[in-house]
Structure formats: structure tokens, C-alpha cells
């Protein structure tokens, strides 16, 4: 069989609606860029939105499987030299990207690293969307309908991009304003175009001026109204909450387990990494390995799964604002091992490796191998927020980890005597650290290893083993653990972190050593996040530069003031003070008229489907009655009132005075189906000027009248304008 395009529709007409379908799926295909950029998503999408618009017109007059094989062809061609570029299996990369490409996006931060399986989501969708719009063009005349693959598309991409794509109402604008120039190419000619030599879908015609008209309207309707309607402010729907991260399977190694081997005298001078470090501001460095904020009442892990990210890393959201520095650190990795990559809290981008990031910790795991040997940049934004700051925040209540697991009554009770004093919950923090502090509990790298419930209860003397009880000796693996615990019993947000203390450079590089892993405790605060407190007394791995030391020394003047003030028997409690103001940025005024836009596209659509209903509704009430009258004469003046509504639309003009057949001299001038209504004039002339009688034959042969005209000057006419007169309001209030 062969399928070809319709002879009746011109050549240019054809290429004009190939090149708008196939453009409108080039720009749902850009619809990703906030998930990988323009640059990275330029080649795939523009190479997906011109093959396959190609394919289909060059055959277009061969049969549907002689296209459909080569737009196959163009599609692998494409992936191969657009997505793929030499990477080897191709069918198997296909397959795979295929099946689990979508979920990969769905799993990665934005933006995304430009990898093959990624990209193929959108080259694939661009693909298909332009290969299966242009073959519903050439092969089925259809225009408005053809686009609905790359509208599906659009609306895909704004799913996936987690709606980030700020110009939402420009896409939106873009979409109508393609849908609306597929509706004016058409290419059969009305009667008025006929006599004026024009084509309905030039640039002069009165169908696209009205119709460019209709799209500015609209839009300036949209920006007005948009910002007013309910929910114009609503959260945008994102897929990722219902696509659930890989879990990695390492995750289950726990760092704390190495501690105290990397402290040990046969590693402690063995080089871990070289870090080599850029800072805008004065800043005790240390090199955050993992943070664990889960417990089950034997280890220390982290609760969440990790996400693919990009060079870009999520920042951590609902913080006001506070002093912060900025590190850029080059880290080579020498004798650490296993799948961590160490960095200054916290890091927020980060290139030369690709890696997973546990979005709620902030840890970084590299996706593939060991870090041995590694080589990366990244770059860190650490707060440091002052005390002042921190002695008025509060700590929410709510947080998930006060719950896990249920803490023994022991250390809840010595939680609750050691925290009494304060009133904060950094004052309660601090008095933890403080306890820990006081020469009760002692340093000792041969202390036990462990940090479950049974070793911490030991550790802090409330084993029921008499030989055990007294036992208050730890290393940073106990001490960070042990405060974590205790926190959470007094209702401290907590967890526990493993890294290194950065020590003093040597010439140009920070060389960090085993001696220098540790571990500290970190206690979360409202608007101002997570907040280190150094566990290990006396911890001599710090070996602070001077200016770090001067750092460390007004760090601890301003607690021992705070703890003096606490333990004043005379102190006065000053009143709970509200977390600080989150920054508010307004908006800008691009997204004002944007809001704006869409507001009143939507407001325009809403009162537009209520006038069409209105009409329709209406004219088949008024249709109805006169057919439906009890009195044979009422129902031929009916249907003859009816022809008058009809007439009316189609832009016949009504005078007082008229006679019938002036009326119908009038129609004739307009359509040409007024034959049907010759007998229903003389009917209606002889009812009002000579016998009124009647029967219900005669008005059976009326309305059969009525409906052939309507039919036959419905004939012939394209979609739009037959639709135009159904929603003509003049057949409401025609009188004649």
C-alpha cells in the first residue's frame, strides 16, 4: 500500500506544518535543560528534531514501512553519533538507557553530569515525538492533532526537570502559540480569501492576524490575572518523591570500625591524602569523611540512600543566613582506601570524579572503584555561625532521630542531671561536652573498640558488670558516640562524624596523616544546621596553625564564659528567642510577569469554556423548545426562527421590514444552501398572511428544512469555522 499526503494540501503548506511539528518537539526536547544544561543538550536534541522530520518528507510518498525502516535507521545512526559517541554495545547501551534511564534522572541531582544514558532520555523523546508528529502530517492531514506527541513531551520534561524550569509560562506561550499557527494553515479557501487572492494562511490574512491577535491578548489577560488565582503558588508536582534512591551496598561499611586502626601507632605517619587548600577567611580546617546520623542500638550508620549527582551539589536547604567561608580544596588520595572521599563541610561542587552523595548528610562516595589514588577538586561553603546565634536557636523536636532506638532509662537519667542546668539546647550541648571533658572519662587508644549500647553504658559507668562500671576509658570512637547518645536522650538532634583534623601544612599541601583521623559530634539547630562539637579532650592530633590556634583559643574563651553563666548560682534566664529570619529574596521581575502570564491564560481558558458552554447550552435549550411546541404553527415559526439564528451567524444582514424572500435574496448572497428554505419562506408567509392552519406534517416538513440547511451550509467549511458559529453568540439576539 502506498500511503501518501494528501494532493489537495499545497507542498509549501506541507512543509510548513512538518517544520512547526517538528520544532515544537525540538523544544520539548530543550525542556530538560535544567537537568543537564543547553550546551551538553543542544547536539542530541537538535540532531533528534531535524533526522527524523527529514526521513518522513523525503518519504513521504513511499509506503509506511519503507519510512518507518528508515526512520529506524536514523534513530540508532543518531543515538550512536549523538549519544553514544564511542561507546561500544550499542543495543545493549539502547536497552538500558531505555529501561532504566528515566529512573536514573529521577535519582540524580540537578544538574546532571551529561552521561549517555541520561541524554538518551531526551534525544529518544524528542526522536519519536518529531519522527510520529510529522508522519500524522504528511500521511493523515491531520495539524493540531500531530502535535500532541511533542505537547506530551513538554509535559514530560517539566515533570523530570522538578520544575525548575522558570520560564514555564514562555513554554507554555510556545506550545499555543505552535498549536495555533498548525490551526491557521489551512490551506482551503473561504470565500471572502477566494475573492481577495489571498491564502488563509499567509501572513496578511485576516484568520492569522486574528489568530496572532487572540495569542497577545491572551497572554497580557494571563500576566494580569495569573498571580491572583488559588493555588498559582502551589508547590509544582515532582516525580522524585515517588522514585525511591538506590541504595548502595557499601553503605554497610562502617568507617568508625577504622579509627582506631588509622590512629595506631604501626599507621599513624602513614600519609592518607595530600589536600591542597584556597580559603577566603579564617577557619579551623578539618576533612569531613561520613557523617552517621542512624543508630540501632549497635552502630552508628547513615538512614539514607545516596543519589547520583552532578559537578553541582545540593546545598542544604532552611538555613538562614550566617557566616560562612569558602574552601577550595584539591585532594589527592594516597593511603586511604575504600569508597569515601574526604572534604570540607560542606561541599557544594565538586569535579574530576563521579560520585554519589547522601543528600541529607552531605557524604560523598565515589559511584565506581576505590579512592585510592584519586585526584578532585572540590569546593566547600563552611558556616560558622556565632554563639550568640547558637545560645538562641532552638532544636526541633519532631527530628526523625529522637526516636532511634529507645535509649536506655540509665542514660536518659543521666542525661537529664547532666542537661539540667541549661536552658538552651546549646547550653544543654554544651554541658555534655563539658561532662565528658572534666577528667572522669579518659583518653586511651587501647581502650576497647565499639560504640553499641552495652560499650557505651560501659563507657559511661552505668554497666551492671561490677568490673565494668568503672571503666570510663575511650578514644574518639567512644567519646563521639557516647555524646550522640546522651544528646539524643536530652532531646538533641544528633549524630556522629568520621574525618580528620587538617593539621598544619607542610610547604603547600595539608599531608594528612592517620594520627590525625578522629571523630566529633554534631547537634542540629533551627535555621542554622548542623552545628561540630569536638569530643576528645586534649585531642593533640589537631596541631592548629597560629591563626587557627587563635581561633581555637576565643572558641573555648567564649564557652567557659557561657558554662560560668551557667553554673551562677544567681544567673537570671533570659527568655527564649525566635530563630533568626530566613533570608526572603523578592521576586524577580521576570517571574512576576510570568506568574502574571499564567494566571491569565488560565483565567482566559476558565471564562473562555464557560461562555462556549453557555452559548451551546442555550441554543440547544431555545433549538428544543420551538422544535417541542405544543402547536404545529409555533413549531414552523420555530424552525423558520431557527434558520434566522443560523443566518444570523454567517453574517446575513437583518433589517426591519424584510419580507421573507428579501431575506432569503440576502442568504443567497452569503451561502449558497438557502434551496432547502424556498418551501419553508412560502410555509411561513402563508401562516402569517393568509390560512393559520396547520398540521403536524407541515411542521415535520419544516424542520427536515431547517436541518437540511443547516447541514448543507455546515458543508465544505473548514472545522474551525463551523466551530466559530456554533459559539456565535448574534444567534442569541437575531431579530428580524
Same mark, same amino acid.
Given at each position: ?116 544514558? +541520561? ?28 502535535? +500532541? ?29 505552535v498549536l495555533g499557527s498548525l490551526a491557521l494553515t489551512d490551506h482551503g479557501a473561504s470565500a471572502e480569501s477566494d475573492d ?153 561542587r565538586l569535579t574530576g570524579a563521579t560520585v554519589l552523595q547522601n543528600r541529607a548528610t552531605g557524604t560523598l562516595v565515589r ?31 519532631? #527530628? ?150 587563635? +581561633? ?43 506568574r502574571w502570564t499564567v494566571g491569565v491564560v488560565g483565567f482566559a481558558v476558565l471564562a473562555f469554556a464557560l461562555f462556549a ?49 428579501? +431575506? ?31 398540521? #403536524? ?40
Amino acid at each position: 500500500m502506498n500511503d501518501e499526503s494528501s494532493p489537495e494540501v499545497p507542498t509549501a503548506v506541507l512543509a510548513v506544518r512538518v517544520t512547526l511539528v517538528a520544532a515544537l518537539a525540538g523544544w520539548a526536547g530543550a525542556m530538560f535543560f535544567p537537568v543537564f544544561g543547553w550546551q551538553e543538550l543542544a547536539r542530541p536534541v537538535i540532531g533528534a528534531m531535524v533526522v527524523p522530520a527529514a526521513i518522513t518528507w523525503v518519504a513521504r510518498k513511499r509506503p509506511v514501512a519503507v519510512a518507518l525502516a528508515a526512520a529506524l535507521v536514523g534513530f540508532l545512526a543518531g543515538a550512536a553519533v549523538l549519544v553514544f559517541q564511542g561507546v561500544g554495545g550499542l543495543g545493549h547501551e539502547i536497552v538500558d538507557s531505555t529501561v532504566n534511564g528515566w529512573a536514573r534522572i529521577l535519582t540524580t541531582t540537578i544538574p546532571a553530569d551529561p552521561d549517555a544514558d +541520561l541524554l538518551f532520555v531526551p534525544f529518544a523523546l524528542t526522536f519519536v515525538a518529531a519522527a510520529l508528529g510529522a508522519e500524522l502530517v504528511v500521511r493523515r492531514g491531520l495539524r493540531v492533532a500531530a502535535a +500532541l506527541p511533542a505537547v506530551l513531551v513538554v509535559v514530560v520534561a517539566e515533570m523530570f526537570s522538578a520544575g525548575l524550569n522558570g520560564d514555564r509560562m514562555v513554554s507554555a506561550l510556545v506550545v499555543l502559540a505552535v498549536l495555533g499557527s498548525l490551526a491557521l494553515t489551512d490551506h482551503g479557501a473561504s470565500a471572502e480569501s477566494d475573492d481577495a487572492g489571498t491564502s488563509p494562511w499567509s501572513l496578511t490574512s485576516s484568520p492569522f492576524v486574528r489568530g496572532i491577535g487572540a495569542l497577545v491578548v491572551v497572554a497580557a489577560v494571563a500576566g494580569i490575572v495569573g498571580p491572583h488565582l488559588p493555588g498559582h503558588d502551589r508547590e509544582p508536582f515532582d516525580p522524585r518523591r515517588y522514585q525511591d534512591p538506590p541504595n548502595d551496598p557499601r553503605q554497610s561499611v562502617n568507617p568508625l570500625a577504622e579509627l582506631g586502626g588509622w590512629r595506631s601507632k604501626a599507621q599513624a605517619d602513614s600519609v592518607l591524602f595530600r589536600a591542597t587548600v584556597d580559603r577566603d577567611g579564617p577557619l579551623v580546617l578539618r576533612f569531613r569523611l561520613v557523617a552517621l546520623d542512624h543508630f540501632d542500638g549497635r552502630t552508628w550508620s547513615e538512614g539514607e540512600g545516596y543519589r547520583t549527582v552532578g559537578v553541582v551539589l545540593p546545598s542544604a536547604t532552611g538555613l538562614a543566613s550566617a557566616p560562612t567561608v569558602r574552601v577550595d580544596q584539591q585532594i589527592t588520595v594516597e593511603g586511604l582506601s575504600g569508597i569515601w572521599l574526604p572534604a570540607a563541610d560542606r561541599p557544594d561542587r565538586l569535579t574530576g570524579a563521579t560520585v554519589l552523595q547522601n543528600r541529607a548528610t552531605g557524604t560523598l562516595v565515589r559511584r565506581a572503584g576505590d579512592v585510592t589514588d584519586l585526584t578532585y577538586r572540590v569546593r566547600s561553603e563552611v558556616r560558622d555561625p556565632a554563639v550568640d546565634a547558637l545560645r538562641g536557636a532552638a532544636a526541633p523536636l519532631d #527530628d526523625p532521630a529522637l526516636g532511634q532506638p529507645k535509649i536506655p532509662a540509665e542514660v536518659t537519667k543521666l542525661a537529664v542531671a547532666w542537661t539540667q542546668a541549661g536552658v538552651s539546647p546549646y547550653e544543654k550541648a554544651l554541658l555534655i561536652k563539658e561532662h565528658l571533658g572534666n577528667g572522669d572519662f579518659k583518653v586511651a587508644k587501647d581502650a576497647l573498640p565499639g560504640h553499641d549500647t552495652s560499650r557505651l553504658l560501659d563507657f559511661l559507668g552505668l554497666s551492671k558488670h561490677p568490673a565494668a562500671a568503672g571503666d570510663k576509658r575511650g578514644d574518639a570512637e567512644q567519646f563521639a558516640t557516647a555524646f550522640g547518645l546522651v544528646a539524643r536522650a536530652a532531646g538533641l538532634p544528633s549524630r556522629v562524624v568520621v574525618g580528620f583534623n587538617a593539621g598544619r601544612p607542610e610547604g603547600d599541601d595539608y599531608v594528612v596523616r592517620g594520627a590525625q583521623a578522629t571523630a566529633w559530634a554534631e547537634v542540629y539547630f533551627d535555621g542554622l544546621g548542623w552545628y561540630p562539637f569536638d569530643t576528645l579532650p586534649g585531642d593533640a592530633a589537631k596541631q592548629l596553625t597560629p591563626e587557627e590556634q587563635k +581561633l581555637e583559643d576565643q572558641k573555648l574563651k567564649e564557652e567557659k564564659a557561657l558554662s560560668g553563666a551557667i553554673h551562677d548560682p544567681k544567673r537570671v534566664v533570659p527568655p527564649p528567642q525566635p530563630p533568626p529570619p530566613r533570608p526572603v529574596e523578592p521576586p524577580s521581575l521576570v517571574s512576576q510577569v510570568l506568574r502574571w502570564t499564567v494566571g491569565v491564560v488560565g483565567f482566559a481558558v476558565l471564562a473562555f469554556a464557560l461562555f462556549a458552554g453557555s452559548v451551546i447550552a442555550l441554543r440547544a435549550f431555545r433549538r428544543r423548545r420551538r422544535r417541542n411546541a405544543s402547536a404545529a404553527g409555533d413549531r414552523v415559526i420555530g424552525a423558520w426562527r431557527d434558520v434566522i439564528d443560523e443566518l444570523a451567524v454567517r453574517g446575513v444582514r437583518m433589517r426591519r421590514h424584510m419580507t421573507v424572500h428579501d +431575506l432569503l435574496d440576502e442568504a443567497g448572497d452569503v451561502t449558497p444552501a438557502v434551496e432547502p428554505l424556498v418551501g419553508l419562506g412560502s410555509e411561513v408567509n402563508r401562516l402569517r398572511f393568509g390560512d393559520p392552519v396547520c398540521s #403536524d406534517g407541515d411542521a415535520e416538513r419544516a424542520w427536515r428544512a431547517a436541518d437540511a440547511f443547516r447541514s448543507a451550509a455546515a458543508q465544505a467549511q473548514p472545522r474551525l469555522r463551523r466551530l466559530r458559529w456554533r459559539l456565535d453568540p448574534r444567534a442569541l439576539v437575531a431579530r428580524y
